[in-house]
């Protein structure tokens, strides 16, 4: 094959994975699938970072509270992107599809030279056509993030142990560190891969510890002489611990794991590719993916629902794909020749049958995640209850509400768990006393104008750990409703002046 028949096709292949990438990811971007509380709550913090005022509503954070463990870059990178758009929604979902086109670029840029042209075109086209990489690339997750950073690294990997390959490998790993204390996973899964090449070990640890010691001793100077950042990295340990308890154990474990790869036939078919590339040259692919996924799942029995933490290794997934169609086609040429190139193209069936059925909910803007009760019930719905309180408060003005409504708000929030955790009452993920001196301002009810129930507060909020307790003087002293639709109340406190 020609030099230039080489380039002319590897760049329709990069066309092409845009277009498809442009067809699924950008329309409807802003609203679909709706809103949930992970992503609006990081792009508040996002857009508080940006603005040079590290918080999360009433809190100071210090990026490893269980609150919110996403690390200050991707956070402030959120916030950036948002800003481009006046603080909306679509910029921080913007960036994210954007690392999915990134992610898709890399496994077809960095895997056709170890894997072929075809296999790895066929591994991007999985990737970027799979329902849920669309649905979890459109929401605002620093998971998406690590998982960009976890593809730069398995795919360094599966070269020959070199400097540079473990460098690259650990430039991975490091990008992670940037987004998520989930790198830790794929520091011991790239270790696994590199077991008996101790050369390799500190390429590999040396770049995201060193991105961890950046954030913490800035978090250090930043919250000095506060000793929150220790206390919450030592809450953090025991929140994940906890998991483990309540749902780890043997036989559990493998319940989790299980249930995770028999949930559709692509997770299915990704143990099959895995198992192809475990017996040959792509091994180091199915060591990281078997690494990764058993650590996360170990723990986790709900993430068929709650898909979002799975997506670190989604693409180190498709990455088998690609790797397993390579060695199967490599068999066939030799029993069959050229007929194999008949099975090459086959294979992209799938991704294209799964760009079919996908197309038209991006069209259509109709995607229904797995988690849909938790997510908002009804975007329009909540920009005309922000509309109403926007136009009854001014930013000294205290509302209390769900961040799924608080980022569209000028006036100062807190949300009914920071409430609940200013009373001094534990919560989900606020289990320890939070130090009054960490609030930036009172997160009480009493002196809230407004306090807003969303359907995430009814179906959710209001069922954990004495979240009731704080709203009882609401109902003892009668607070009007002064604003209702079918997933949101407005209630007023009829202690303080309202303006007309």
């Not at 154990?249 to 299915?268: K, V």
Request: with cysteine.
């Amino acid at each position: 094959m020609s030099p230039s028949w080489c380039y002319l096709s590897t760049k329709l292949a990069i066309a092409m994975i845009a277009v498809v990438w442009a067809l699924l990811y950008l329309p409807n971007l802003r609203s679909s699938p709706g809103w949930y509380g992970d992503e609006t709550l990081t792009l508040m913090i996002g857009n508080a970072l940006y603005a040079g005022q590290p918080s999360d509503r009433a809190l100071a954070v210090t990026f490893w509270h269980p609150s919110y463990a996403y690390q200050p870059l991707y956070a402030w990178m959120v916030g950036l992107f948002s800003s481009l758009t006046n603080g909306d929604i679509l910029g921080g979902r913007l960036m994210n599809v954007l690392l999915a086109l990134t992610t898709a670029l890399i496994i077809f840029g960095m895997g056709r030279d170890i894997m072929g042209e075809k296999p790895a075109l066929f591994g991007s086209l999985v990737f970027l056509t799979y329902e849920q990489t669309i649905i979890h690339f459109r929401w605002i997750y620093s998971h998406n993030g690590v998982a960009l950073g976890f593809v730069v690294s398995v795919l360094a990997l599966v070269r020959v142990s070199s400097i540079r390959a473990n460098a690259v490998a650990g430039c991975g790993l490091a990008w992670a560190a940037f987004c998520h204390p989930l790198f830790t996973h794929g520091c011991l899964g790239a270790l696994a891969c590199r077991l008996k090449k101790p050369s390799a070990w500190p390429f590999l640890i040396i770049p995201p510890l060193a991105v961890v010691a950046a954030t913490i001793s800035w978090t250090l100077f930043r919250t000095w002489p506060e000793s929150w950042l220790l206390d919450d990295i030592r809450l953090l340990g025991d929140f994940y611990a906890s998991f483990s308890r309540e749902n780890g154990g043997l036989l559990q474990s493998a319940r989790n794991i299980y249930n995770f790869y028999t949930q559709d036939l692509f997770h299915m078919l990704a143990v099959a590719c895995i198992a192809v590339c475990a017996a040959r040259k792509y091994y180091a692919v199915a060591i990281f993916a078997a690494a990764v996924s058993g650590m996360l799942l170990q723990n986790r029995q709900n993430l068929p629902v709650f898909y979002y933490q799975a997506v670190v290794f989604l693409p180190v997934l498709a990455v088998a794909f690609a790797g397993a169609l390579n060695v199967i086609s490599a068999r066939l040429r030799l029993s069959i020749g050229r007929k194999a190139n008949y099975f090459v193209t086959g294979v992209f069936i799938l991704p294209a049958a799964m760009f079919l059925v996908n197309a038209p909910k991006s069209w259509h803007g109709s995607f229904v995640p797995r988690n849909q009760p938790w997510v908002t019930q009804d975007v329009s719905e909540v920009e005309l209850a922000a509309e109403w309180l926007n136009e009854h408060t001014d930013e000294s003005d205290l509302v209390i509400c769900h961040q799924n409504i608080g980022w569209l708000l000028h006036a100062r929030t807190a949300d009914l768990m920071q409430v609940t955790a200013h009373s001094g009452l534990p919560t989900f993920t606020f289990e320890k006393p939070v130090p009054q001196s960490r609030f930036l301002y009172p997160a009480k009810i009493e002196e809230a104008k407004y306090v807003v129930i969303a359907d995430i507060d009814q179906r959710w909020t209001l069922g954990q750990p004495n979240t009731l307790n704080v709203v009882r003087n609401m109902e003892t002293q009668m607070w009007p409703i002064v604003w209702r639709a079918q997933h949101y109340v407005i209630i007023s406190n009829p202690n303080l002046s309202q303006r007309p």
